[in-house]
């Protein structure tokens, strides 16, 4: 699934998914990431759901891992079990 970068995880990021989440929480390390239109409409991860990545949390069995090689359309592919989702 391709997921598309949003930004760095900061206290003044203005983003929907992130209405009632204090961002200080969160490692400066963390960015947000969203799933695109291939995630589907069913299962736990679906398109326009926004993921916090922490790239700097080793990946672990079981994690989501973004792979941050881009590709020509801007976006990025995330693969299951660099950055584990938060």
Do not use: N
Not at 12 to 41: K, N, T, W
Not at 60 to 68: F, K, P, S
């Amino acid at each position: 699934m391709r997921v598309h970068y949003v930004g760095p995880l900061v206290a003044d990021l203005d983003h929907p998914a992130m209405r009632g989440y204090d961002a200080s929480q969160f490692p400066s390390s963390c960015y947000l990431v969203e799933i695109g239109d291939d995630g589907g409409i069913e299962g736990p991860l679906i398109e326009g759901d926004v993921l916090v990545v922490d790239e700097q949390r080793p990946a672990g069995h079981a994690d989501l891992v973004v792979d941050l090689w881009k590709v020509s359309s801007g976006s990025s592919r995330a693969i299951a079990s660099v950055g584990a989702c938060a």
